[in-house]
């Protein structure tokens, strides 16, 4: 026979939860997470912010109304969170509704896994680090995937406390959460039911959460005092606030162009260093003339009414035409400043065109060297789902003609990296960095390939879809975690978002207050450090993942009826 629930734990208890009890369980799983993170950030909250739930997962009588009343409150807590992601478009609307919708059920996953675990008697202050590690791991990957929000974010600005995210990445800080919030509860329980029964010191969950934070606070001041070297090598961020429109017309593009290279120049006249590279954020770069790849084929030039040399002559104009504007732009750059040797490298986010038998867009970074040439360039491996690409339309050629070109774009092949002075930088786009497990990936492809991990991560992004909400300092917070797991500095710039310098040990050394126009200028360190996170990637993760889906399997199974007693 198996165990109930709360027996591990604690005696059952003998007082059904009233119907009101739940209700306020159920606002408080909502409220506490909210305060927690931005816009509030009150990181405090975050030590009992899922006590709600633990409330939960050791109640006597939880049915179906209560899992109901527990997904209503999730579903809440994800369409605050996220409601900037509504300002896109207003066909958005449903697709932020459909979100939270998917990401409420989170919480009862939790909540349903970590029962059925107590009943096989595993204690709880194992069975819910384990459970919610798997349910923010299954998050991470289910339906292309999404790290922001996760518990442990709401210590981004404590960086004493998360040094521990070199271990495994944001699942690390989560699971460390979760044990303090486990410790803190049975230590309320046990205060609360003095009064009606006598039970014994919850002596393995408070020790537990002791020895966690003390642990933590040792590691953290430990890797805060590791050493790094100065690369010398200045990077200028160009962040501006600047409306964009879903279908944007030319004209608006080469105004955002114009826009970004006056503030360049700008910025390179007023630094008191040499600047070795500008970056500009995702897609301003591109100013009606796109990268060009490849020189088509023979049989689309036919389609297109040219011979295929025609095409040959007019792609490598396009291709002319975009190294002559770039260099034009070096040129000034160069001429702003008397400590400049040499025009700055500019690493930009640019639309890229591959043509071949067909064609195919990217959502790019280029770096174009010294010269006006162009180096090498990113595409984005990544994509958003119904913002950059509709799933199975790429595969029917009769729905192919009714997606819009901003949401037909093709995923990149693999990471790459740009060397500029002394850094070498791995290039990212928007939301790869709110996938934590993409950047990590990347940079474990890049040291197999090459032997070596590269210097930092330089990352372009177009928040202002988003407005001023709150979901661009989660993608902020994301960069942080990333930073630490990757132990690399982060360098953002970005449209109305992080234009932020992140060191290797997660801190903000400057940034761009949002929704204003302003630059940064790093110079960021060099850190020898390699992490676990990227020796042994996110596996222990995946492994609580693939546990909680096997327990939540279990619970699907039919019961088999006993036989009746004679």
């Not at 996760?150 to 944001?170: C, E, K, N, R, T």
């Not at 993608?475 to 500095?489: E, T």
Request: aromatic share 8%; glycine share 8%; proline share 7%.
């Amino acid at each position: 026979m198996n165990a109930p629930a709360s027996e591990s734990f604690e005696p059952r208890s003998t007082h059904p939860v009233s119907r009101r009890t739940w209700w306020l369980v159920a606002a408080a799983s909502c409220v506490l997470p909210w305060l927690s993170g931005p816009p509030l950030a009150g990181w405090p909250i975050a030590l009992v912010a899922i006590t709600p739930l633990l409330f939960a997962v050791v109640a006597p009588n939880v049915n179906r109304k209560v899992y109901g009343l527990l997904y209503l409150a999730g579903g809440l807590y994800w369409a605050v969170t996220l409601q900037g992601l509504r300002h896109a478009n207003p066909l958005i609307y449903p697709c932020w509704i459909a979100l939270a919708a998917y990401l409420g059920i989170y919480p009862v996953l939790f909540v349903a896994a970590a029962r059925r675990m107590m009943r096989w008697g595993m204690p709880l202050p194992i069975t819910a680090p384990v459970a919610w590690v798997g349910v923010e791991a299954i998050r991470s990957y289910l339906l292309t995937g999404l790290s922001a929000a996760m518990l442990g974010h709401a210590l981004a600005d404590v960086p004493v406390l998360i040094q521990i995210a070199d271990l495994g990445g944001s699942y690390v800080v989560s699971a460390w959460l979760v044990v303090i919030n486990v410790g803190l509860f049975c230590l309320m329980r046990w205060i609360v039911s003095r009064k009606r029964s006598p039970r014994g010191f919850p002596w393995a969950a408070v020790v537990a959460s002791l020895v966690v934070v003390i642990a933590s606070l040792l590691y953290g001041s430990w890797r805060l005092g590791q050493p790094t070297r100065s690369s010398q090598t200045t990077i200028a961020l160009i962040g501006r606030s600047e409306a964009v429109e879903w279908n944007q017309e030319s004209t608006r593009e080469l105004e955002l162009f114009d826009a970004y290279a006056r503030q360049s120049i700008d910025a390179v006249g007023q630094s008191d260093r040499a600047v070795a590279a500008v970056v500009w954020p995702e897609s301003m770069f591109t100013g009606t003339l796109p990268w060009i790849e490849g020189d088509g084929s023979e049989a689309y030039a036919a389609q297109s009414g040219l011979t295929w040399s025609e095409m040959r002559l007019l792609l490598e104009d396009r291709r002319r035409d975009f190294r002559g504007r770039a260099a034009s732009l070096q040129s000034l750059l160069a001429g702003a400043s008397d400590t400049q040797s040499t025009p700055p490298e500019i690493i930009a986010g640019c639309g890229v065109v591959r043509y071949g038998e067909t064609v195919r867009g990217f959502s790019g970074v280029v770096h174009i060297g010294a010269e006006g040439d162009v180096q090498d360039w990113y595409g984005k491996n990544h994509l958003v789902m119904f913002g950059e690409y509709i799933p199975v339309v790429g595969w029917i050629p009769m729905l192919r003609s009714l997606v819009p070109a901003n949401m037909g774009l093709s995923a990149g092949s693999g990471p790459e990296t740009f060397d500029v002075g002394r850094l070498s930088l791995c290039p990212n786009v928007c939301i790869e960095t709110a996938v934590e497990r993409v950047p990590i990936g990347h940079l474990q492809q890049v040291r197999k390939k090459t032997g070596k991990l590269p210097d930092a991560i330089v990352t372009v992004t177009n928040d202002a879809w988003f407005d001023d909400s709150s979901v661009v300092v989660h993608h902020r917070r994301c960069a942080q975690f990333v930073a630490l797991a990757c132990r690399r500095p982060i360098l953002s710039a970005a449209n109305n978002g992080p234009t932020v310098w992140i060191d290797s040990c997660g801190r903000i050394v400057d940034q761009v207050p949002q929704g204003q126009h302003g630059n940064v200028f790093a110079t960021p360190d060099l850190d020898d450090r390699v992490s676990l996170a990227i020796l042994i990637g996110d596996w222990p993760a995946v492994l609580c993942g693939i546990l909680v889906t096997m327990v939540l399997a279990t619970a699907l199974r039919p019961r088999r009826l006993r036989p009746e007693s004679a």
